[in-house]
Nanobody
């Protein structure tokens, strides 16, 4: 499966952005999908994700209540709605997918085989 992330940009603190991750080649049904982010000099960190069944969502504590992950099966696309953005949300955001990952690794970037190219999100104070 190929993933294409888009929707990043520059926004003021308190603003909103919606990221998209469009999949091609295969349907995302049966794939765990997730968003990760990486700020300069920091490790890639989990942001939000869907279980392989699509029935459960997971969030990092730092974004809970502000970010929402969703998916459109017809469009084969996963979204990340980001509200109340903070300067510390500034990072390159990546989408990821995997159809064999186990639940205990959903928050582990090393557990995902398929990655989008990343989209830059910059939040100014």
């Amino acid at each position: 499966v190929q993933l294409q992330a888009s929707g990043g940009g520059l926004v003021q603190a308190g603003g909103s952005l919606r990221l998209s991750c469009a999949a091609s080649g295969r349907t995302l049904r049966g794939y765990a999908t997730a968003w990760f982010r990486q700020a300069p000099g920091k490790e890639r960190e989990f942001v939000a994700g869907y279980s392989r069944t699509g029935g459960y969502t997971y969030y990092a504590d730092s974004v809970k209540g502000r970010f929402t992950i969703s998916r459109d099966n017809a469009a084969n696309t996963v979204y990340l709605q980001m509200n109340s953005l903070k300067p510390e949300d500034t990072a390159v955001y990546y989408c990821a997918a995997d159809n064999s990952i186990i639940q205990s690794r959903y928050r582990d970037y090393a557990g995902y085989d398929y990655w989008g190219q990343g989209t830059q999100v910059t939040v100014s104070s």
